[in-house]
C-alpha cells in the first residue's frame, strides 16, 4: 500500500527566502505526483502535476522534481512571500484510477515579512 | 465560471442524526471523490464514483453513503454508524478517471461537527 510523507511538518521563514518542501513515497511505481495548496478552511488548489515520465516542471516561482528510484519529489519556492504562507500537500493517485489520491499528511508554510 | 460546489459550508450534527452534505460540479466531469481532513492530517478517501449510477468504497467507507444518480451531482450522507465524523469534509473531480494526466479539482469543503 502506497504511503506518502511530508517532511518538515510546519517550516516559517522570513520573506524572500527560497525554500524546499519535501515529499517521500514507499512504492515508486507511480503514475505522476501532483502538489496542491490549501488555504485554512478552503479546498485543494492544483499547483504541479509531474508524469511519471518526466522529471521536474515549473509554474513561476515553483518549481517541482520528481525522482522516482528514490521516492522522493520536492517542491521549491523562490523569492518566498508572505502570500506564499498555507499548507502544502503532495499526493499521488493509488492503484488503478487515477483520481483515487493518497496524500501526505501537509506542510505548513508561514512566511513573515 | 465552472466549479465544484458544497453546501453547507458548517453543518452540525447531533448524536445519532443521519446528516447529508452536497456536492455539485457543472464542470461535465465523469469521476467524483469524497475525502476526509482532520487537523494536522492529509486527505482520506471515503467513496468514489467513475460514472453515473455506479460507485466504490475508498479507505473509510464505514459509516458513510452515497449516491451518484446525475453526472454533476454526488451527495455524502454520514450516518449514526459513523461513530467520530467531526472533520472537513471535501469533494473532487477529475475529467475521466482514467486520465492520468489530468489534475483534480476540489470543492471549498464542508467542515462538520458532532455537538
Known amino acids: 500500500k502506497q504511503e506518502v510523507t511530508q517532511i518538515p511538518a510546519a517550516l516559517s521563514v522570513p520573506e524572500g527566502e527560497n525554500l524546499v518542501l519535501n515529499c517521500s513515497f514507499t512504492?515508486?511505481?507511480?503514475?505522476?505526483l501532483q502538489w496542491f495548496r490549501q488555504d485554512p478552511g478552503k479546498g485543494l488548489t492544483s499547483l504541479l502535476l509531474?508524469?511519471?515520465?518526466?522529471r521536474e516542471q515549473t509554474s513561476g516561482r515553483l518549481n517541482a522534481s520528481l525522482d522516482k528510484s528514490s521516492g522522493r519529489s520536492t517542491l521549491y519556492i523562490a523569492a518566498s512571500q508572505p502570500g506564499d504562507s498555507a499548507t502544502y500537500l503532495c499526493?499521488?493517485?493509488?492503484?488503478?484510477?487515477?483520481?483515487?489520491?493518497?496524500f501526505g499528511q501537509g506542510t505548513i508554510l508561514t512566511v513573515h515579512p | 465560471d465552472g466549479g465544484i460546489t458544497q453546501s453547507p459550508k458548517y453543518l452540525f450534527r447531533k448524536e445519532g442524526q443521519n446528516v447529508t452534505l452536497s456536492c455539485e460540479q457543472n464542470l461535465n466531469h465523469d469521476a467524483m471523490y469524497w475525502y476526509r481532513q482532520d487537523p494536522g492530517q492529509g486527505l482520506r478517501l471515503i467513496y468514489y464514483s467513475q460514472i453515473v449510477n455506479d460507485f466504490q468504497k475508498g479507505d473509510i467507507a464505514e459509516g458513510y453513503s452515497v449516491s451518484r444518480e446525475k453526472k454533476e451531482s454526488f451527495p455524502l450522507t454520514v450516518t449514526s454508524a459513523q461513530k467520530n465524523p467531526t472533520a472537513f469534509y471535501l469533494c473532487a473531480s477529475i475529467p475521466t478517471a482514467q486520465g492520468f494526466f489530468n489534475t483534480q479539482y476540489f470543492g471549498p469543503g464542508t467542515r462538520l461537527t458532532v455537538l
Open positions: 512504492d515508486s511505481a507511480i503514475y505522476n
Open positions: 509531474i508524469q511519471s515520465s518526466q
Open positions: 499526493a499521488t493517485p493509488s492503484g488503478t484510477s487515477y483520481g483515487k489520491l493518497t
